[in-house]
């Protein structure tokens, strides 16, 4: 393969040269009004370098609503330049070292090589993902009607053997972890047996669960509608958690934030999952209406801190079976993805440092004392302490830059991209259609 452009370690150093007096005058300031709290701005630096998240292999991808798809310049045509761009995501925040696969999108033509090549840029694979929630070239059945809880027993067997095969995919790639989401559902009242339909679903997982090897995690995703517009088979977090309980010790129930309607205490679900130790992660997103896959943190931050809020509270607590797999499920419709997906690993730090920052004894005192006043305003003090110099500082210390953003624009990497990448015409390369 020829050389391709990717942003050397000297070109970062140079940009943050810029910008380091800045940063270690206000890290220095903040490091004192920490102090007052009691609180070591050091301790807090290695949490944010210690904070990991996946990046989804279509989310590099230009995304699109229903109605169109507007592609972005230098898309990335494959796989392998699809990891190319995570491994420019990762080396400018170093929070993102895993690449999460989507199957068919991403199936490598051989596992083992493309191992070889993530791991050569320092990635390396989380969960995997299955799709049948679209039909396939060559597919004998179609999965118009349900996939996993299709009435045609054909059906079903399908979409498990696709599960299977993701798995079997995933062992080739050091993957740990898979995560079944399916469309299945009702657009109409009548349509489905709502009883039936998830008796089906738990068959069909049975067989999938039954694959998985003894370290593996098989995470289930919830979702109250869409593609299905009336009823879903797997709904909600408590059909989740039924299921999971129903599965065994490898199930869990995995929360995409998109997934609920508007003004659902998803952090209460987060609490309650973290209770019954059945919480597998996230897929982190935004959104105003419904699963609109916008940017972490980009229309309720305060929501993505209360979610933290409760993962820290239970990191501190040493809660069983408390391992969350964390992953950016985005779809960057007018965005550059590099830029997104940049954007919102860093809210997500920003989140855990800030939940780290909540005076927890103090917290306890003023729920036991019945003060809901002093409760809110103790986590309000953390959620508007400004952690950007220490997310800054942990960058610049890993290797990676102070300014994500600015360092990527200047590198002319989606410019150079454009170059290598010409576009194929008549294909849609990337991104959910
Ligand atoms: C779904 C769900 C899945 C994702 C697909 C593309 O709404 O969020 O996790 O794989 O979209
Ligand atoms: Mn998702
Ligand atoms: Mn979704």
């Known amino acids: 393969m020829a050389a391709h452009f990717e942003i050397d370690d000297s070109f970062i150093a140079e940009q943050n040269q810029k910008a380091h007096e800045w940063v270690e005058e206000d890290y220095e300031h903040l490091g004192k009004k920490l102090r007052r709290q009691n609180v070591d701005i050091e301790d807090l630096v290695s949490k944010a370098q210690q904070f990991r998240v996946a990046v989804p292999s279509w989310g590099v991808g230009t995304g699109g609503t229903r109605f169109a798809r507007f592609a972005g310049i230098g898309e990335p045509r494959d796989i392998y330049e699809k990891l190319e761009d995570c491994a420019t995501i990762f080396k400018l925040v170093c929070s993102t070292p895993a690449v999460s696969l989507h199957i ?77 989401w399916i469309g299945d559902g009702g657009h109409f009242p009548g349509q489905q047996h709502f009883r039936h339909a998830l008796e089906r679903y738990l068959e069909s997982m049975r067989d999938i669960y039954a694959a998985l090897p003894d370290d593996w995690r098989v995470f289930m995703e919830h979702k109250f509608y869409e593609p299905a517009f009336y009823s879903t088979v797997i709904n909600d977090w408590g059909t989740n958690y039924y299921c999971a309980r129903e599965l065994g010790p490898k199930a869990f129930c995995l929360v995409d934030l998109g ?64 391992n969350p797999a964390y992953m950016l499920d985005q779809s960057h419709n007018v ?90 015409k008549g294909v849609a390369v990337s991104g959910i259609v």
């Open 259 to 322: 997934h609920h309607a508007p003004n659902v205490n998803i952090e209460m679900i987060v609490g309650r999952l973290i209770q019954f130790g059945k919480l597998a992660g996230f897929h982190f997103n935004d959104s105003k209406y419904g699963d609109d896959d916008l940017d972490s943190g980009s229309i309720k931050p305060f929501q993505l801190f209360l979610i933290f809020n409760e993962l820290v509270d239970a990191e501190l607590n040493k809660i069983t079976n408390f």
């Open 104 to 180: 068919p999108w991403d199936k490598p033509d051989d596992a083992a090589t493309l191992r070889e090549f993530a791991s050569g840029r320092g990635l390396s694979f989380d969960a995997m993902n299955s799709n049948t929630f679209q039909d396939q070239p060559g597919h004998e059945h179609s999965y118009k009607f349900g996939s996993l809880t299709h009435p045609d027993k054909a059906v079903r067997d399908q979409a498990v053997a696709h599960n299977i095969e993701c798995i079997e995919i995933g062992k080739t790639l050091g993957s740990k972890a898979h995560t079944v």
């Open 335 to 424: 965005t550059d993805p590099i830029e997104s997906l940049m954007m919102s690993a860093v809210e997500l730090v920003r989140a855990y440092v800030q939940a780290h920052l909540v005076d927890r004894d103090a917290l306890t005192e003023a729920q036991n004392n019945c003060d809901p006043l002093l409760a809110l305003s103790i986590l309000k003090q953390a959620f508007t302490t400004d952690v950007a110099p220490i997310l800054a500082v942990a960058r610049e210390r890993a290797g990676g830059a102070i300014d994500p953003l600015n360092a990527y624009r200047q590198s002319g990497y989606r410019r150079r991209k454009a170059e290598e990448r010409p576009s194929i």
